[in-house]
Structures are given as structure tokens and as C-alpha cells.
């Protein structure tokens, strides 16, 4: 979607920390991380939020690939966690559907 600032880094018209892509997803660190290893992992198809990704397939897809992230290419092997902002209420700021991997620390509630 060419008004979308994640797509717009999925295409490398804006630059990124990347840290792994593949043919379905794209992940880059955040740019105001929350934690010593915060990274957004974003599905290369443009959805705009949880709510609207209709295939369950996406959601476990997307799940897979961020576990994969966070063990094999983050080497977060003490643990980490996953937040998925779902709209204004949840404090989603980018409407393209990510989810955030926080770790690197033990991580309060
Ligand atoms: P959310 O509030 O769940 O929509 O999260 C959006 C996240 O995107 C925030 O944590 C921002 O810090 C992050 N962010 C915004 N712009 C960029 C950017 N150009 N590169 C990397 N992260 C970004």
C-alpha cells in the first residue's frame, strides 16, 4: 500500500535495521526500543490489523516466523515476549499488522 510506512520499508524505500526476511515476512529493529532486543516482525502482505487478517493461516504463519526470529536469529534462549497493538484503544500507531518481540532483559509485567 504506497501511503504505508511498513511497506514502504518492506520495499526499501525507507531504510531499516533489518535483522531476517524470507518470502512471507520482514522483521528490523525497532526504532525506539523498549527493551535491549525489541523487533517488529511484519507480514509482507498489507494488513492493517489483527482483526483483519480473515486467514488463520497468516496468524499462525506469523507466529512460527517469530519464534524462528527469536530463538535462531535474536538468540533469545532465556525467553521473550510478543505484543500485538490492535488499534487506536491498544496503542497501534502503524496500521500494518506487526508484532513486537521484547527481550534481552527480564521483563517486568
Ligand atoms: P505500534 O504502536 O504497535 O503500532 O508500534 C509501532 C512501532 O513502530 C513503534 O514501536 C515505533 O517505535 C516503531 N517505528 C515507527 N517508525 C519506525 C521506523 N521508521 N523504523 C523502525 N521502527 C519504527
Redesign the pocket.
Known amino acids: 500500500m504506497s501511503h504505508c510506512?511498513f511497506c514502504k520499508?518492506i520495499q526499501g524505500d525507507?531504510p531499516?535495521n533489518k535483522v531476517y526476511e524470507d518470502d512471507q515476512v520482514f522483521a528490523?529493529?525497532?526504532?525506539?526500543p523498549?527493551a535491549p532486543t525489541h523487533v517488529?516482525v511484519i507480514p509482507k502482505e498489507h494488513i492493517p490489523t489483527l482483526s483483519d487478517a480473515k486467514d488463520p493461516a497468516i496468524l499462525g504463519m506469523l507466529m512460527q516466523r517469530v519464534d524462528h526470529i527469536a530463538n535462531d536469529v535474536l538468540n533469545l534462549e532465556a525467553g521473550y515476549r510478543i505484543?500485538i497493538?490492535v488499534l487506536e484503544g491498544g496503542?497501534?500507531?502503524?496500521f500494518h499488522l506487526?508484532a513486537?518481540i521484547l527481550g534481552g532483559k527480564k521483563l517486568p509485567f
Open positions: 510506512l520499508i525507507i531499516a528490523f529493529n525497532d526504532i525506539h523498549k517488529l505484543i497493538n496503542g497501534q500507531e502503524i506487526h513486537h
